[in-house]
C-alpha cells in the first residue's frame, strides 16, 4: 500500500503548490507543477521508496547510489535550479547555474514552502523553507539573480508571514510581469 500512500501525498503536495501559486497569481504554473510525477518513471520509484517523512528521492539515492525519478523529474520541470544548469562560456567555470525566469523561481518558493508544509505536517512553521534552503547545497548552484530572488522569498516568508509574502509577490512581481508581457505583444502590431 505504499503506493497509495505516495499518491496521497503527491496529491497533497500538488495541491498545496496549486493553492500557493494560485494565492500569488500563477495560475498556469499551479495547475500543471509536477505532472511528471505521475509518469511511470517517477511514480514507481517514488512509491517505491516512499516513507512519508522525507523525498523518496533521498531514499533511492542512498540506495542505488543516484535517483532515476529525480534525474527524470528535474529535466522536465523549470521551477527546479537544476533544470537552468548548463556549462558557462567561461570554460574554466565548467557547469554553472543560468539566470532563471522569474515566474520559476516564484514556483520554486511555492514548491518549497509546499515540501516544507507536506512533509513537517503539524510541526511546519513560516521558518522552515529558509531553514532547508540554508541547509542545503541550492545556494552554490543557484545564479546569484536567482539566488538573490529566492533568498528574498524565503526571509520574507520567515520574518513577514505567508498572507504578506503572497500579497508582495502577486502585487511587486506577478501583476509587472503580465503587464510587462502585454506590452511586448501590443508593440508586435
Request: proline letters at 3%.
Amino acid at each position: 500500500m505504499k503506493w497509495l500512500e505516495h499518491f496521497k501525498t503527491i496529491n497533497k503536495h500538488k495541491m498545496c503548490v496549486m493553492k500557493h501559486c494560485f494565492a500569488v497569481g500563477l495560475y498556469k504554473q499551479g495547475l500543471l507543477h509536477d505532472l511528471s510525477k505521475y509518469s511511470w518513471t517517477e511514480f514507481s520509484m517514488g512509491a517505491k521508496y516512499y516513507q512519508g517523512n522525507r523525498s523518496p528521492n533521498d531514499a533511492e539515492r542512498e540506495d542505488k547510489g543516484y535517483t532515476s525519478s529525480w534525474l527524470h523529474h528535474k529535466g522536465r520541470n523549470k521551477h527546479h535550479l537544476e533544470y537552468w544548469i548548463d556549462y558557462s562560456v567561461d570554460k574554466s567555470k565548467g557547469l554553472v547555474g543560468m539566470p532563471m525566469p522569474k515566474q520559476y523561481v516564484i514556483e520554486m518558493f511555492c514548491d518549497r514552502m509546499a515540501a516544507c508544509k507536506t512533509y513537517n505536517k503539524d510541526a511546519y512553521t513560516e521558518r522552515n523553507p529558509l531553514d532547508y534552503y540554508m541547509k542545503g547545497r541550492a545556494s552554490k548552484l543557484l545564479h546569484p539573480e536567482s539566488r538573490a530572488l529566492l533568498e528574498k522569498y524565503l526571509n520574507m516568508l520567515a520574518t513577514k508571514g505567508e498572507k504578506y509574502t503572497f500579497k508582495y509577490i502577486k502585487n511587486k512581481e506577478v501583476i509587472p510581469m503580465r503587464r510587462e508581457k502585454i506590452k511586448k505583444l501590443f508593440k508586435m502590431f
